[in-house]
């Protein structure tokens, strides 16, 4: 059992950079592979980005790839997400999750646990 609690989200013009990180409590962390995804209204929850319990593997959607930087330190129960040259296109709730594993998931289905969300909003 393990709680996500997101947060560091917000409104930046476009261009500019957000660092969104997730605390874990309840669980060991580095038992748990973790990902952030993100969903905008009318639309289905994606993947941004996932990352292995070591933090050795990591997984880019295209639309993020060479932007956003996932991270972890498992010695602090967190995780992050560096977000660079926001574009208008990433605005969303974005959510942070986690589950039992060793290596990337990349699909919504295969995460257990959930944090409650964060906004991100991106100006033109």
């Known amino acids: 059992q393990v709680q996500l609690v997101e947060s560091g989200g917000g409104l930046v013009q476009a261009g500019g950079s957000l660092r969104p990180s997730c605390a874990a409590s309840g669980g060991t962390f580095d038992r748990y592979v973790m990902g952030w995804f993100r969903q905008a209204p009318g639309k289905e929850r994606e993947l941004v980005a996932a990352i292995s319990r070591d933090g050795g593997r990591t997984y880019y959607a295209d639309s993020v790839e060479g932007r956003f930087t996932i991270a972890r330190d498992n010695a602090k129960n967190t995780g992050d997400l560096q977000m660079n040259s926001l574009k208008p296109e990433d605005t969303a709730v974005y959510y942070c999750?986690?589950?039992?594993?060793?290596?990337?998931?990349?699909?919504?289905?295969?995460?257990?646990?959930w944090g409650q969300g964060t906004q991100v909003t991106v100006s033109s």
């Open positions: 999750a986690a589950n039992v594993g060793s290596d990337v998931y990349i699909g919504v289905f295969e995460y257990d646990y």
